[in-house]
């Protein structure tokens, strides 16, 4: 039997305390947690995420705005408004939603956004802060599987093996950070990797982030490890449109003691953590901690 880890499950009842928390800062402070999405261009997986993320946003009694520009959009056009957002004293979040269009720099628009403002923790200052274990704005997505790990394995996970398979900023990099900081043994593979099979099967916790569907079998687990399955990939299969892992669920979950189902597994942990650092945000910068 498979022993699901239901992210949204968790991911919700972590916005139904988040709801109140933000209501009890706006008691005190009399305003309101302001997070802007910033979406260039018309990519469909980018559309749907940035939705969920002003729905759920307003759930919780943050006010969400978005701001949409034209997949044709300069660089010059997107720091304007970057810099805009910095000064709108609303604003305490700004996401901007990756990939960007080619013609556009990533890394000059992310270091652009006041690092205090940054609810994804991509800025370097707090790349760098994570890295040193400073207090930071910490990355969404592997914020959020470290929720999910100690969910499963409880609190102290000193000590155990932990493999992250991919070396993204966005995930691996620091997904392998956090688990460092909770005193783990961490490894992290890549494409260039040799015996990649054989490292995963030694993890406790084992977090796959490549973006290859289905890449990881049971033949990659340990026995009873927890799985952590952070792709989100889509595919077609019996001529119908899927959304499937970087890990095969049905047969690496018979060996996992616990994983995480796609969809409902790591994502929706993503968006409550960019919810909780718009929070976490607006206390600072309104000094209400
Ligand atoms: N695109 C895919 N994941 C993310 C994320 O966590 N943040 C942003 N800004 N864009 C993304």
Redesign the pocket.
């Known amino acids: 039997m498979i022993n699901k880890i239901d992210g949204a499950a968790y991911a919700s009842n972590l916005r139904k305390q988040l709801a109140i928390d933000v209501a009890a800062v706006k008691e005190i402070s009399g305003k309101s947690p302001g997070l802007t999405v910033v979406l260039v261009g018309e990519d469909p997986a980018s559309q749907v995420y940035v939705r969920k993320k002003g729905e759920q946003a307003a759930e919780v009694g943050i006010i969400s705005t978005e701001h949409r520009l034209p997949a044709t959009a300069s660089q010059a056009e997107l720091l304007a408004l970057v810099e805009t957002l910095n000064n709108d004293a609303q604003v305490h979040g700004i996401?901007?939603?990756?990939p960007l269009p080619s013609q556009i720099d990533e890394k000059t628009i992310l270091t652009a956004i006041l690092p205090e403002k940054d609810v994804?923790g991509f800025h370097p200052v707090n790349v760098g802060k994570l890295s040193i274990g400073d207090e930071s704005l910490l990355p969404?997505?592997p914020h959020g599987s470290v929720h999910l790990i100690k969910h499963a394995l409880g609190d102290d996970l000193s000590g155990l093996n932990a493999v992250v398979v991919g070396r993204s900023n966005?995930v691996g990099k620091p997904m392998a950070a956090l688990l460092l900081q909770e005193s783990c043994t961490v490894t992290i593979v890549h494409s260039r990797t040799k015996n990649i099979e054989a490292i995963c099967a030694n993890a406790d916790i084992l977090v796959a982030a490549v973006g290859r569907p289905e890449m990881i079998n049971a033949d990659w687990i340990k026995e009873g490890a927890c799985v952590i399955d952070v792709g989100i990939n889509r595919i077609q299969r019996d001529g119908k449109n899927k959304l499937v892992g970087d890990v095969d669920y049905a047969s690496a979950g018979e060996k996992a003691g616990a994983i995480t189902p796609v969809p409902g597994g790591v994502g929706p942990m993503?968006i409550a953590m960019l919810l909780v650092n718009t929070l976490t945000a607006f206390k600072r910068i309104e000094k209400l901690t």
């Open positions: 996401l901007v939603q990756l994804d969404c997505t966005i993503t």
